[in-house]
C-alpha cells in the first residue's frame, strides 16, 4: 500500500502523521512525501527506512503532487492525505476492512474531527444549482438549512455507504480506480479536485464511499494559513472551474456568466467576513459512529 503525503513546510504535523500512521494499520504500507517546497526541513528530516521523499519542483498544487506521489505504485490501495492528519488507532485498518464489504468502491475516506472534537462535512452530495445557492447563501450562518444538511453526510447520524465525494485531506483509494479516471485533474490548483475525482470514479461505475466507523483529525489549513487571501481566491476560482464544467455546452451559455458574478460577489464577501470563507461549522455533536 502506497501512502502519499502531500507536503508543503509542515512543521510538526508530518511527524504526528506518521508516528499516528504507525498504530493505524497492521498493513504493510510505504510512505511517499510529495512535496511541493518546503523551506522548513521537516519532509528532509522524515526519510527514513519506508519513508521516501519525491521533490515535486515547485508548488505544483495539492492533486499534480498527489499524481507525481501515487507513480510507480503497484498495490491495490493509495493513500492520499495531507500531513496535518492524525490517525485514531486501527482506522486505516478499519478503511480497508469496508473496502473488502465494497468491492465497488473507487474511494473511501473516514469520519474527519477537527482537534476540538467536531465532526468536519467530509462526506457532501455533488452539488447542484439548487442545492449550492442554498449552501453558500445561508450555511455561513445558518448551518441547519435544508439545503445545507442535505448536501452534507455527517449530519445526524452518519452511517457506512455510498456517497457523493469525499475530502481529500484523507482517502483511500483503490489504484486501478485512481488510474482509469487518470489521477486528480492537474487543472485544479488546491480545492475541488477531490469533488471532481470523485464525479469522474462515480462517472466511471466506481463507488464513493463515506466510512464514518474511522476516525481521523485533521488540524486544517495548515499550510493555507499562511497564504489566507490568495486561497479565498482559489477556493471560488476551483468552484467556478468545476460548476462551468458542469454546466457546459450551450444550453447553459447564459448561466455560467451568473455563476461566474455570483461567485466573485461571495468571494467579496468572503475577504470582508472571516465565517463566510469558512462556510457552514462542522457539526458540534457526539453523534455515535454507525456501519
Known amino acids: 500500500m502506497r501512502v502519499v503525503v502531500v507536503t508543503?513546510?509542515?512543521?510538526?504535523?508530518?511527524?504526528?502523521?506518521?508516528?499516528?500512521?504507525?498504530?493505524?494499520?497492521?498493513?504493510?504500507?510505504?510512505?511517499?512525501?510529495?512535496?511541493?517546497?518546503?523551506?522548513?526541513?521537516?519532509?528532509?528530516?522524515?526519510?527514513?527506512?519506508?519513508?521516501?521523499?519525491?521533490?515535486?519542483?515547485?508548488?505544483?498544487?495539492?492533486?499534480?503532487?498527489?499524481?507525481?506521489?501515487?507513480?510507480?505504485?503497484?498495490?491495490?490501495?493509495?493513500?492520499?492525505?495531507?500531513?496535518?492528519?492524525?490517525?485514531?488507532?486501527?482506522?486505516?485498518?478499519?478503511?480497508?476492512?469496508?473496502?473488502?464489504?465494497?468491492?465497488?468502491?473507487?474511494?473511501?475516506?473516514?469520519?474527519?474531527?477537527?482537534?476540538?472534537?467536531?465532526?468536519?462535512p467530509s462526506a457532501?452530495?455533488?452539488?447542484?444549482?439548487?442545492?449550492?445557492?442554498?449552501?453558500?447563501?445561508?450555511?455561513?450562518?445558518?448551518?441547519?438549512?435544508?439545503?445545507?444538511?442535505?448536501?452534507?453526510?455527517?449530519?445526524?447520524?452518519?452511517?457506512?455507504?455510498?456517497?457523493?465525494?469525499?475530502?481529500?485531506?484523507?482517502?483511500?483509494?483503490?489504484?486501478?480506480?485512481?488510474?482509469?479516471v487518470g489521477g486528480f485533474d492537474p487543472s485544479y490548483f488546491m480545492y475541488c479536485e477531490d469533488m471532481d475525482l470523485c464525479r469522474r470514479l462515480a462517472e466511471a461505475g466506481w463507488k464513493n464511499v463515506y466510512v464514518p466507523s474511522a476516525v481521523v483529525t485533521h488540524s486544517g489549513a495548515h499550510a493555507t494559513s499562511r497564504v489566507a487571501a490568495a486561497m479565498v481566491a482559489e477556493h471560488h476560482r476551483a468552484l467556478y472551474r468545476y460548476l462551468s464544467r458542469q454546466y457546459a455546452g450551450p444550453r447553459y451559455a447564459l448561466l455560467r456568466p451568473l455563476l461566474a458574478a455570483g461567485l466573485f460577489l461571495r468571494y467579496l464577501l468572503a475577504r470582508a467576513v472571516k465565517s463566510v470563507g469558512e462556510g457552514a461549522a462542522p457539526t458540534r455533536s457526539a453523534d455515535v459512529l454507525e456501519t
Open 124 to 180: 457532501r452530495a455533488f452539488p447542484s444549482l439548487g442545492r449550492g445557492i442554498g449552501h453558500a447563501v445561508f450555511g455561513w450562518w445558518w448551518p441547519a438549512n435544508p439545503w445545507t444538511r442535505s448536501y452534507r453526510a455527517e449530519v445526524g447520524r452518519p452511517v457506512e455507504g455510498p456517497t457523493g465525494w469525499l475530502s481529500g485531506s484523507c482517502m483511500l483509494l483503490r489504484r486501478t480506480a485512481f488510474e482509469t
Open 8 to 120: 508543503y513546510s509542515p512543521g510538526d504535523t508530518l511527524v504526528g502523521f506518521l508516528t499516528s500512521l504507525r498504530t493505524a494499520t497492521t498493513a504493510p504500507y510505504d510512505v511517499v512525501l510529495a512535496d511541493n517546497g518546503s523551506t522548513d526541513g521537516a519532509p528532509e528530516a522524515a526519510v527514513a527506512p519506508g519513508v521516501a521523499l519525491l521533490p515535486t519542483g515547485g508548488n505544483l498544487g495539492y492533486g499534480r503532487a498527489a499524481n507525481l506521489g501515487a507513480g510507480g505504485a503497484s498495490g491495490e490501495w493509495l493513500v492520499v492525505a495531507n500531513p496535518d492528519v492524525v490517525w485514531a488507532p486501527g482506522s486505516l485498518d478499519v478503511l480497508l476492512d469496508a473496502a473488502a464489504r465494497w468491492p465497488d468502491a473507487g474511494s473511501l475516506g473516514p469520519a474527519i474531527r477537527t482537534p476540538d472534537g467536531r465532526l468536519y
